[in-house]
C-alpha cells in the first residue's frame, strides 16, 4: 500500500535512512525493474510518497529483508536444479497457472482452467509447465499452439485477442510441413526470485523445441502479442521483429505484434542458432541414411566379352573348339 507522507513529519534525512528509492531497492535485490514492480502492486513491497519531493520510496528493512530471502532461495534452487521440471499440466497445475495470470493481466483475458483444458483437446501439447517438485508448486508456464491460418492472421493484425481464440482454432503439432506458432501466454510467478524462473523457463521451451524437432516437428516461425512492458522487453531480448502497434483495447496500455524467424541462419541470437544447427544436423543425418551404404556394394569382376573365332560365335566356341 502506497502512504503519502509529509516532510513535517518524515524529515528529509529520516527518510534517507529508512528508505530506498526505486534504482536502489532494484540495485540491492538484484531484480529486473518490471519485476520490481510487480512486486510493489502485489503489495509485496510497500511504498510511500513524499509531495513535496514527488518521488516515491521504499522502506529499507523491507527490502533488505526480500534481498536475504532472494539470496537464499537462489542458492537453494542452484543447488537442486532438478527440482523444477517442465511438463504438461493436471488440472490443479492449470488452476495454478490461471492464478498466475490474474496477478499480470485483467480478467477480460484471463482464459479459464475449463477453457484450457478443452484447448488441450485439440492439442495436447499446446500448455506446458514449470513446476518445483518440492513445492508442487507451478512457478511458470507458456502456452504455445500452431493456430488455424486465419485465426493467426487476425491475431498477428491485432483484430482480436487471445481470450477470442477458440479450442477448435488450435491445432496438434505434426511433421508434414514446418508450422508457424502463436504464444498466447507466457508468464513467471512473480517474487523475489522471478528472474531465474523466467530464465528456467525459457530453457525448458528451448529444449522441448529440440526435442520436437527430433520427432520431426519443425517449427518455421514464432508470433507474439505483447501488452506489457515486461512482455516487450523480453521479445526484444529475443530479437523478435515488430509487425504491428497500433491497436489497444480497454484495460490495456498498448499491443503490439511480433514474430521470429527460426529459419534465419544469420540470426545472432543464441535461441535461434542452437535451433538452426540441431536442424541442420538432424537434416545431414537424414540424408547420409537415404545414401546407399557403400559396404553393401558388391563389384563383380567379369572376364572380357568372347570374341567370334573363324566365324564361330561364342556360345559354340567350347564345344566347336574342343572338336577341332
Same mark, same amino acid.
Given at each position: ?20 528509492? !526505486? ?10 525493474? &518490471?519485476? =520490481?514492480? *510487480? ?6 513491497? /510497500?511504498?510511500?510518497? +513524499? ?19 532472494? #539470496?537464499?532461495?537462489?542458492?537453494? +534452487? ?13 488440472? *490443479? ?24 483444458? $478443452? ?23 507458456? &502456452? @504455445? &499452439?500452431?493456430?488455424? /491460418? *486465419? ?7 491485432? $483484430? ?11 491445432? /496438434?503439432?505434426? #511433421? *508434414? !510441413? ?7 501466454? =507466457? ?21 522441448? =523445441? ?37 491497436? #489497444?483495447? $480497454? ?10 524467424? @527460426?529459419?534465419?541462419?544469420? &540470426? ?20 547420409? #541414411? ?7 556394394? +558388391? $563389384? ?10 573363324d566365324g564361330v560365335p561364342p556360345l559354340k566356341q567350347r564345344t566347336d573348339l574342343a572338336s577341332r
Open positions: 500500500m502506497n502512504q503519502v507522507l509529509t516532510q513535517a513529519y518524515h524529515p528529509l534525512g529520516e527518510i534517507v535512512q529508512n528508505y530506498y528509492t !526505486a534504482r536502489e531497492a532494484i540495485k540491492k535485490l538484484g531484480i529486473a525493474r &518490471s519485476t =520490481f514492480y *510487480d512486486l510493489v502492486k502485489a503489495n509485496e513491497i /510497500p511504498s510511500i510518497t +513524499v509531495p513535496s519531493r514527488r518521488q516515491v520510496f521504499y522502506p529499507k528493512q523491507r527490502i533488505d529483508e526480500l534481498a536475504e530471502e532472494r #539470496a537464499r532461495l537462489v542458492g537453494e +534452487v542452484e543447488q537442486t536444479p532438478e527440482r523444477f521440471v517442465f511438463v504438461l499440466p493436471q488440472r *490443479d497445475d492449470l488452476e495454478q497457472l490461471v492464478g498466475i495470470e490474474r496477478m499480470y493481466f485483467h480478467e477480460s483475458i484471463i482464459v479459464s482452467p475449463e477453457e484450457q483444458q $478443452e484447448q488441450l483437446s485439440y492439442n495436447p501439447e499446446a500448455i506446458h509447465v514449470l513446476k518445483d517438485t518440492k513445492t508442487n508448486t507451478v512457478v511458470g508456464g507458456i &502456452s @504455445l &499452439s500452431p493456430l488455424k /491460418p *486465419d485465426v493467426l492472421e487476425k491475431l498477428i493484425r491485432l $483484430e482480436i485477442d487471445e481470450a477470442q481464440v477458440k479450442p477448435a482454432d488450435y491445432l /496438434p503439432y505434426t #511433421a *508434414d !510441413a514446418p508450422l508457424d506458432c502463436y504464444v498466447i501466454d =507466457f508468464v513467471v510467478r512473480p517474487g523475489p526470485i522471478a528472474t531465474y524462473y523466467g530464465s528456467k523457463l525459457l530453457q525448458a521451451i528451448l529444449n522441448y =523445441f529440440i526435442e520436437l524437432l527430433n520427432r520431426g516437428v519443425v517449427i518455421r516461425s514464432i508470433y507474439a502479442s505483447v501488452i506489457s512492458t515486461f512482455g516487450e522487453r523480453l521479445v526484444k531480448d529475443l530479437h523478435f521483429t515488430l509487425i504491428q502497434s497500433d491497436w #489497444a483495447r $480497454e484495460h490495456e496500455a498498448f499491443r503490439h505484434s511480433y514474430v521470429l524467424d @527460426l529459419e534465419n541462419v544469420e &540470426s545472432k541470437t543464441r535461441f535461434i542458432q542452437k535451433y538452426v544447427r540441431q536442424r541442420r544436423n538432424l537434416e545431414r543425418k537424414k540424408k547420409a #541414411a537415404q545414401k546407399p551404404d557403400s559396404s553393401m556394394i +558388391v $563389384e563383380l569382376d567379369f572376364p572380357p566379352p568372347l570374341a567370334a573365332v
